[in-house]
């Protein structure tokens, strides 16, 4: 079937009914794999489609989407959301972008291997993650939904303005969490890995790092409450980047929602922190050549040398403030319409290794893990988590530590941040977020 | 949805490479949803999502495909994938005859919320705007989101299993953001069951709307938490959360059977204090986690979990059941088509109690109110908790005193179990607006009644309240 053709059949009976019409379709095949003790456990393989339309009257927006491709129902999805456009409120600001000049240039998001990849080789990956976790060491007794997946997916845009353009994206993960024991003692770490590219992915890394890590945090115990230095690993310090790219959206700004509200210009972090969303990043999980509107994607630096410069916009957000869109629409399937979040958003790496970085505290918490519902709050400001790791006395690693809380207000913790690691990393969690291994000092250290 | 004799059909060719069991799953889901952020609506979404998958059992491997295609000849493709991809070697199986169960758990609609148009309900979730913000000069924003979901559902298998199920979710959300001289405070709750136009009799949208705001506003004037081990009262309701993350999680049979559940192995074991009784029962009417049926075709029931401390069951889905030798509490649920079914919880709850719930308060010398909980999570390996609590108060000589802020609840669930020392008369479910993650989500109730546990970390920011109830 041809989608492109599909698309432009809808927009084209949208337009003649005087609205702006965005046709989305996304064809795609997945493959996931969950293995346990050296056996499949779990194999999933599916061919998977949706259509969205979103439909603009006069600033007012109404979106539909279906499964289903036959004429009936792709017909009445977008009759729906014009319907529901008819019902909505007005918004001078809502509309469809003008279109921009795609560059050719390859970002390298399509790896044709993947689909070529006997499922024999897929599961004979994700059993070698799991036995280079246990094999890490004899207190590994288990793993926990070792995993392998891969998804390829074509997806097509085109809208009433004029834009019409079409990609193939590959993403390839797996993750598995390993499980220590001894004795009275337990303890769990995640490994992970994610790219675009099967060979970027190496199974015995994914393996190690649960494995090592589930190690180090066995037996863990609070220590004193106390003000420490913490260096947190670059899954922890992403968790953080995650949320601190919440407070650094326009949409989250313009409704007042940011603890960076109005700092605009200013000095928010220390001068070794530069914030960077990049949609063009090569190989980046988030890349793609346009985003969900159609508009060009590019990069954008969010912190520059600890100055706020910029914050994220889609066309909505930018026709508000008088900007451009920073080509931050992303949509989260074909059941929604586009909405703003970051793509690939990171902390720029330094120049020291995290190794030296360890070195350098006389004093702190090397944090491993940290668990948060809500504890870090990008309105506030507020930093509450509950963390795991090592304790660090003059550099050498002490004993594991376990039920302490961190707390800080986060634009101190910006502040604070006084190295800032080379081994820059991303985890594909809610969203693509990446930093290398950072110093913070002067954080509360609640325990016992 | 599709003919029996064409389930048969397919069930046929999942099990002619000599699969254990083969399973066919049909789901046809539609959804409205409506967003209103800063006084305008910013989403108004519709759609319909359908497809189906089969389930190839053998031995240890279960294998599955799905299709968004519901012909024939769609699912008997998927058929015969799930059973090449189950690698079974076994002779073929005869298929027993697909007998339609019943199940008379009420989760019945009396007045679809489709009947009401479009306009009225972007008119009532204006009003929910306009409700929050009369509530004071302080609230800066407010955000609303409503959801509709009928999702039916059908689920043959080999053994002759076939079931349907209608189900219809109806759920308010609302956040509102206060702010005062550069202190920003948030609140959210929802609320939500399996219910048509007639929720609106039961639970009020517009008195969400005022609650949360109020909440939101009173936290403006709180302290900041204190940090230290003490005396913990959490609230009736949604408390339970507590409940369902740190211990619900771990007695789900896939982590149990596995080994990496705190709880295996300790069926007739004191887990808890002799006053907790833990149930997770799916048939309570039109609550937002009962089924009529899982998503595996068995009927869904009411198990104990833990009575008077001691570990009775665990939660069961078809698979971990077989591996067991028992039946399925009916706890088998997928968040789609496009998953495979696994143990979740329904609803959820800690039994109710002797204590007077006041009496539970004034028994408390210094310690900690939590009054709303955000959302929480837990490492099922250990047990060990964080929760965030979106309003708290200091309890000082019986009495439930300031508001505080920014306080989280941490420490083991398995452990503050055996240490509850009392539970209150006031049991209750929560509003409706629990979703499970799980890898795949799921909706689910949570309760209890006012539980007291002598000692639990609060982490919070103020060190010098710490200090002195530490001491």
Redesign the interface.
Known sequence: MDEIKLAQDIVSKAANQGAEAEVYFRVGRETEIQVDQGKVENLSHAGNKGMGVRIILDGSEGYAYTSDFSPGSVEKSWQSAFELAKVGDQDPFRGLPEPGEIAAEDLEIFDGTIAQTQIAEKIAFALEVERAALGFDKRIVLTNRCTYFDHDITVYLVNSKGFSGSYKQTRIASYLNAIAREGEFTSMALGIGASTHMADLNAQEIGTEAGMNAIRMLGGKPVPSQEASVVFSPLVASQLITFLSLALKADEMQMGRSFLLGRMGEDVASDIVSLLDNGRLRRGLASAPFDAEGVPSRATKVIDEGMLQAVLHDSYTARKAGLQSTGNAIRRSHRQPPELFPTNFYLQPGEMTPEAILSGVERGLYVLNTMTTGGINPVSGDYSVAARGIWIENGEFMQPVNEVTLAAPMDQMLKHVSAVGNDLRFVPMFGVFGSPTIRIDGMTIAGK | MIPTEIARKILDEGLKRGGDLSEVYIEDRE?FNLDL?????E?????????G?VRVFYQ?????????DLEEIALLE?AR??SE???STAEGRILVDLTKRENPVDVGVKTPFSTLD??SK?DLLHQMDEVARKQSSYV??V?ISMEEVHRAVWVYNSEGVWAEDDRNFLEFTIGV?A?KNG????SYSGIGAQSGLELLESQSPLVLAEEVAKAAVRMLDARPAP???MTVVITNGWGGVLFHEACGHALEAD?VA???S?YSGLVGEQVASPIVTAIDDGTIPKRRGSLRFDDEGTPSSRTVLIEKGILKDYIWDLKEARRAGRDSTGNGRRETF?H?PMPRMTNTYIDVGTHDPEEIIRSVKHGFFAKQL??????F??G?????V?EGYLIEDGRVTVPV????L???GPQALKQIDMIGTDFALDSGRGRCGK?QWARVSVGQPTVRVPKL?V???D?EI?GQIGA
């Open positions: 959804t952020d800063d006084g305008k609506i989403r108004a979404v519709r759609g319909n999502d359908r497809g998958g240890d491997t279960t294998a599955y495909a799905y299709t968004d998927a994938a799930a991809a189950s690698k479009e306009k972007v800066s924003s955000n953001t702010k202190t920003l405070q948030r940090a230290g081990e982590f596995k080994g990496t705190i496009r495979m955000g959302g929480g999570q837990a490492d390996a250990r060990d908790f964080v929760f965030t979106t802020r920014g306080a989280t941490m420490g083991n890898g970390m982490g919070g920011t060190r710490g």
